[in-house]
């Protein structure tokens, strides 16, 4: 089977708000940062792309008529996955497994301070017969799940503020995260969003773009002294119904990172994993996540939070970057940033939050409440 590479990254900063910009600067910002990385002209070498968007987010139908112009894919093949930025590096990964392609780039974005309601568009994503009528939100569900998870786990709020305060301290230090000022104090009296849930234990939502650039073995090593292999990846759904699904652990995430460590070969990820960068759009998602990743026992994540593990310096560093609560949400973008990320760390191109001595590294995503979907993605610079 081939081998497949990222060679090309480009991010834009992320904000709380963009009212200067449209979305299509902002993600010809981060493409033209992604071909100058990777050292690629889009209309010369870039064969296919491929875009993350969701209609009901960006309020427009058949979306993908609208991203050509600013990737440089005019008159090219541009495939619209309306999933997380990872499914979309899943699938521009099998391209170029066809042999059609030796160099795809990927695009994900967020707008996500133009959209007026966006609970009612997470509300949509509920049963319409069983479910929508209730009157449910998001943050609600969110709330339901925290609780049974703290409660099936052992864990408890205190151990959520913890993973609040390691991720905004390690944002400190990543120059693309929201402002830390913009995110406000953190307290014991924080607003309750859906008991025991609070405003902390939200991540904020952010604008921003980001493109990447994928390539087969050959072309990768001409282009790149230090390619990024993609070692394995794996996605999966849930039970789309909230009566039917499991509450206490992720199994989406289960079964995709199963798919992933399969592919790469790997059998022991407490083992063989150094850094991990997950989904944290809520604080308890991150120590939920850990745990169905197999990063921890079930149940363990929080011990091992208070032993230090997932802090920078830790044996197992999670979220080095920030992840969502500490960079901001960025919507379908969010599983893309995790990668750049982790691509960054095992660059040795990091800065002030790189982690000394990583070789393999996890990135995973999280299509957010209601959904029980989620991609893995395991990466390597060996």
Not at 228 to 250: H, K, M, N, Y
Not at 257 to 284: F, W
Not at 306 to 313: C, L
Request: net charge negative; with cysteine; hydrophobic share 40%.
């Amino acid at each position: 089977m081939r081998k497949v590479a990222i060679i090309g990254l480009g991010v834009t900063k992320l904000r709380p708000s963009t009212p200067e910009v449209s979305y299509k600067e902002l993600i010809f910002e981060a493409a033209e940062s992604a071909y100058a990385d990777a050292g690629v002209d889009p209309r010369r070498d870039v064969e296919s792309f491929v875009c993350s968007s969701e209609d009901f987010l960006e309020g427009t139908s058949i979306f993908d008529e609208y991203v050509p112009d600013q990737i440089g894919a005019v008159q090219k093949p541009v495939c619209t996955i309306s999933a997380d930025g990872l499914y979309s590096m899943a699938t521009a990964y099998m391209q170029i497994l066809t042999g059609l392609f030796d160099v795809v780039a990927i695009e994900a974005h967020s707008k996500a301070s133009d959209i007026l309601n966006l609970a009612s568009v997470y509300d949509l994503a509920l049963d319409p017969v069983y479910t929508r009528p209730l009157g449910l939100n998001a943050s609600f569900i969110a709330g339901l799940e925290m609780m049974r998870y703290l409660h099936s786990s052992g864990a408890n709020v205190g151990h959520c503020a913890r993973v609040v305060a390691k991720n905004r301290r390690n944002a400190k230090s990543n120059p693309i995260a929201v402002n830390p000022e913009l995110l406000g104090p953190i307290g014991n009296r924080m607003k309750i969003v859906s008991d025991p849930l609070t405003e902390n234990d939200v991540a904020p939502i952010a604008d921003g773009a980001a493109v990447v650039v994928l390539a087969a073995e050959d072309t990768a090593k001409k282009l790149r002294d230090d390619p990024v292999w993609i070692e394995g990846v794996g996605w999966s759904s849930d039970s789309p119904s909230l009566e039917t699904r499991d509450w206490d652990i992720a199994t989406y995430a289960k079964l995709a990172a199963k798919k992933a460590y399969a592919l790469a070969n790997i059998e022991d990820p407490t083992r063989d994993i150094q850094v991990a960068e997950v989904d944290d759009t809520y604080s308890y998602k991150e120590l939920q996540h850990i745990e169905s990743l197999g990063l921890s026992g079930d149940g363990k994540a929080h011990v091992l939070l208070d032993q230090g593990t997932f802090d920078h310096d830790g044996e197992l560093p999670v979220n080095p970057s920030g992840g969502s609560i500490g960079m901001g949400h960025t919507l379908e973008m969010s599983g893309l940033v995790r990668v750049i990320e982790l691509v960054k760390q095992l660059r040795g191109q990091a800065g002030h939050h790189q982690v000394r001595g990583v070789h393999t590294g996890i990135a995973q995503a999280w299509r957010g409440v209601p959904t029980a979907s989620g991609a893995v993605a395991v990466l390597s610079n060996r």
